[in-house]
């Protein structure tokens, strides 16, 4: 089975990992802070906190600026659960705001228009988290304009979007952020087995989350209440967690790292294939700037799907010819955990459109064009064989790059 991504290990990672398990430390060694610096050197950030998810990251993130019960969060639908669940773990509510239904991130005008409404009601957020969806960034510029005028803080989702850039900078900076979250997940742009990390340019906000990752606990005199009782004491000073990242997976980090700018190169001409290969079928593709995005993944939407079948015939199809396609992502807001927290179903049309049509096709370093060729050849078949016409999809030149436009509203 072809899968939809997966990692791209070579002999110098597996040595890089060897290397960690001969040595004298597995964990709290020196290998996790060299991968927070490089991860600051790359990104272009103070500071950087590793730890075992990205969750872990966002739950964190969270507790670092003070969310709690009463606070709300607002995220968009369109992501996996993790990108809300991080304020549930903190008392906090959340609340969504509706997808644009080019770049399938969440929608600026409708952001604008829901904190317009909720500050006549004394009702604003405390953190917004937008998700950069498959890798490509969100409209950062606006969203921080509006965090301004609103004075709601910025985690950045970009669990997809290391590597990727926004106006110049690469994702991850903090020009635009207050924390700005990554996933190192096997499926990811680079991968540590498991790991995320959180990057702040706030040096307090980094030691907050520095505290929350290991128990709450400190080793240094000047924090403590009291004097050190010897060299073996510590002292709890709030309650965290153990979400610490070992020695082992910041090893295989560095590593990979170091090969990041060529792997997101690949999936860059990997999706421009695909978009070539797509280009005269009834299907919407993401809005996207090419050289902007790390392209984690490359989804699509089939158009006038008002019912599901023909994207799960598409799926269906793919699956039987042995190629994985996924769905990314089922709304948040619909999930029965998240319907039973309010009394009124929230209705975002956008997203729940976008999940009717959409999905997701392999795309990782490694995969061949003849496999992109199988898997747009039986995409193609499907629309011959239910005989849909065949409509234009329009090609959008976008700062010197191949991005491709979506049709209208269905």
């Known amino acids: 089975m072809i899968p939809y991504g ?39 950030a103070s500071h950087a906190v590793a730890v075992n998810s990205a969750t872990s990251a966002l739950h964190i993130a969270c507790r670092a600026l003070n969310l709690g019960p009463g606070d709300q969060v607002w995220t968009t639908p369109i992501s996996f659960v993790a990108s809300a669940n991080c304020a549930m773990y903190c008392g906090a509510s959340v609340d969504f705001i509706d997808i644009n239904p080019n770049t399938f991130n969440l ?8 904190l317009i409404a909720a500050e006549k009601k004394g009702n ?7 998700v950069h969806l498959c890798g490509q960034p969100c409209d950062m510029q606006a969203i921080a304009r509006l965090s301004q005028r609103y004075g709601f803080k ?27 979250v990554f996933s190192f997940h096997p499926v990811k742009m680079i ?10 340019n706030t040096t307090e906000l980094a030691n907050k989350m520095r505290s929350l990752r290991s128990h709450g606990i400190t080793r240094d005199p000047q924090e403590m209440t009291e004097p050190p009782h010897g060299g073996w004491y510590y002292q709890q000073l709030e309650l965290g967690y153990n979400y610490r990242l070992s020695d082992i997976h910041a090893a295989l980090g ?13 999936r860059r001409q990997l999706a421009n294939h695909y978009q070539s290969l797509l280009a005269d079928l009834p299907l919407h593709l993401q809005t996207c700037n090419t050289n902007e995005s790390s392209f984690h993944l490359f989804t699509l939407r089939v158009k006038n799907n008002t019912h599901t079948q023909l994207r799960n015939h598409i799926y269906n199809k793919l699956r039987g010819k042995g190629i994985a396609a996924q769905i990314h992502y089922i709304p948040i807001h619909t999930q029965p955990y ?25 795309l990782y370093v490694g995969l061949e064009l003849s496999v992109q060729q199988r898997v747009c050849e039986s995409i193609e078949s499907v629309f011959k064989a239910c005989n849909k016409p065949q409509l234009e999809t329009k090609a959008l030149p976008e700062e010197g790059c191949k991005a491709l436009k979506l049709g209208g509203h269905r």
Do not use: W
């Open 6 to 44: 997966k990692q791209q290990i070579s002999d110098d990672d597996i040595q890089a990992v060897v290397d960690v398990l001969r040595s004298d430390y597995l964990t709290q060694g020196p290998m996790v802070p060299r991968f927070e610096k490089a991860l600051c050197d790359y990104t272009g």
């Open 254 to 266: 560095i590593s990979q790292l170091a090969k990041l700018d060529r792997f997101v190169a690949e």
């Open 154 to 180: 910025i985690i950045e989702d970009a669990s997809h979007a290391l590597g990727a850039s926004y106006n110049g900078n690469k994702v991850g900076s903090g020009t635009t952020a207050d924390i700005t």
């Open 124 to 130: 604003l957020p405390k953190i917004v988290i937008p």
């Open 338 to 362: 998240y319907q039973k927290l309010v009394q009124q179903r929230c209705v975002l049309p956008e997203a729940e459109s976008y999940y009717r049509e959409t999905i997701t096709l392999p």
């Open 107 to 114: 929608c600026v005008d409708k952001l604008e228009q829901k």
């Open 191 to 200: 991968t540590c087995g498991e790991g995320g990390a959180a990057l702040t």
